[in-house]
């Protein structure tokens, strides 16, 4: 015989205070499913946790500066089973998050794997560090500058000896 569950008098109690609010924690949505966020070279990676999700509930949207993650998980017990325990949230799961100017959103990608929904974001060109050209006076033209990304450039930190 496989045991399912383990007997946990604090979680059963827990289940009896939940159940006896109107509110009940079977009901409530967590404020936000996880997310890991980084940069990545010049791309900016977020992942969503999403597990159980039907791929097509499942919709970004894009407001001025606001991603907006939205996602549905739902289950019904078939007619006869025997509900052992329903801890897992259902429902309309929401999220938005407040994205920087220096983003290239027109090329913003995502995809949804293994219950992980992955965003992708290039950081726009004009947000990217960037080498200047520094013309010497009194140099002719003929004469090689520093240009950019130039690999003999010279790069200083702020520091003196």
């Known amino acids: 015989m496989t045991t399912l569950l383990r007997f946990d008098p604090f979680r059963e ?11 009940s924690r079977r009901n409530r949505l967590p404020a936000a499913f996880p997310m890991d ?5 010049d791309t900016i990676v977020l992942h969503f946790d999403l597990p159980g999700v039907d791929p097509a509930s499942i919709d970004l949207e894009h407001d001025r500066n606001v991603l907006t993650v939205g996602a549905e998980r739902s289950w019904r ?3 006869g089973d025997d509900v052992i325990a329903t801890e897992r949230v259902q429902g309309r799961f929401r999220r938005q998050i407040m994205l920087g100017e220096g983003l290239a959103t027109d090329r913003m990608h995502a995809s949804y794997e293994h219950g992980v929904l992955t965003v992708t974001i290039p950081v726009a060109e004009q947000a990217k560090p960037r080498k200047i050209a520094v013309h010497v006076q009194g140099q ?14 010279i790069e200083t930190t702020g520091t003196a000896d």
């Open 37 to 41: 966020a980084y940069r990545h070279g």
């Open 77 to 79: 017990p078939v007619e």
């Open 140 to 153: 002719s033209p003929s004469e090689p500058s520093i240009t950019p990304g130039a690999p003999d450039a």
């Open 13 to 23: 109690l827990d289940r009896m205070f939940d159940e006896a609010r109107p509110s």
